[in-house]
């Protein structure tokens, strides 16, 4: 997995509040058990698999997939603030204040900081 297995160390270390989220595996990929196990301790949402029919290939979502992770990508982060879906408006205020950094991971160990 690379560097994956330190990435929060060093900005945590430095009182950085994140959360790294590992994204969906398509739920016929054989290497699931393998990623849950290796991101078991790093990640701080669990690995989950989405419908093989929201992947255009094994790991690209169509637009259906997208919207889908995007909404459990919004409740895992609503999850970490403490905000509900009904507080739209001070939502994202509570996101910026409260979280300094999401970074969304792929299996392969890639990974964006939000």
């Known amino acids: ?13 430095r009182g950085v509040r994140m959360a790294i989220y590992v994204a969906p595996m398509a739920g016929c990929d054989a290497a699931f058990d393998y990623y ?4 078991r301790g790093v990640a701080d ?8 029919r929201f992947f255009g290939d094994e790991i690209h979502l169509t ?21 509900s879906p009904q507080q739209s408006e001070t939502t994202a205020g509570v996101w910026r204040t409260s979280l300094e950094a999401v970074v969304v991971t792929d299996r392969a160990g890639t990974s964006e900081a939000k």
């Open 1 to 13: 997995m690379g560097c994956i297995d330190t990435l929060g160390e060093y900005p945590r270390s």
């Open 36 to 39: 849950l196990a290796r991101y």
């Open 45 to 52: 949402n669990q690995l989950h698999r989405l419908p093989s």
């Open 63 to 83: 637009p259906d997939g997208a919207d889908v992770h995007s909404r459990n990508l919004g409740r895992f982060i609503q999850s970490l603030v403490g905000a």
